[in-house]
């Protein structure tokens, strides 16, 4: 079993930054492909940014990239996503997942309870 808590969320002017942080507990996510979700009210719920367990296996989403950043300290037992240059359409519930031998969008087994990540015009 393992539990992933996410934290960072709030409230943000558009062009602002925010960085997300995954916490896991349980078990040790150092062998997990990593991953964040997005879901907005009325959406499906979308792929955002994956890290594999070494982090040189990275992907983004095309909506996001070169503006977001992930990242991960297996010794923190921690995955992060550092968001700048936010706009309105960012706005949404992230969410953190993982599991071992994922990649990209996968059915990750593993999931956090979410946080509400709110972009202001």
């Known amino acids: 079993q393992v539990q992933l808590v996410e934290s960072g969320g709030g409230l943000v002017q558009a062009g602002g930054s925010l960085r997300l942080a995954c916490a896991a507990s349980?078990?040790?996510?150092?062998?997990?492909?990593m991953a964040w979700f997005r879901q907005a009210p009325g959406k499906e719920r979308e792929f955002v940014a994956s890290?594999?367990?070494?982090?040189?296996?990275?992907d983004y989403a095309d909506s996001v990239k070169g503006r977001f950043t992930i990242s991960r300290d297996n010794a923190k037992n921690t995955v992060y996503l550092q968001m700048n240059s936010l706009k309105p359409e960012d706005t949404a519930v992230y969410y953190c997942?993982?599991?071992?031998?994922?990649?990209?969008?996968?059915?990750?087994?593993?999931w956090g309870q979410g946080t509400q990540v709110t972009v202001s015009s």
């Open positions: 349980g078990r040790t996510i150092s062998t997990y492909t």
């Open positions: 997942a993982g599991g071992n031998y994922i990649r990209q969008a996968g059915p990750y087994p593993y």
């Open positions: 890290i594999s367990w070494s982090g040189n296996s990275i």
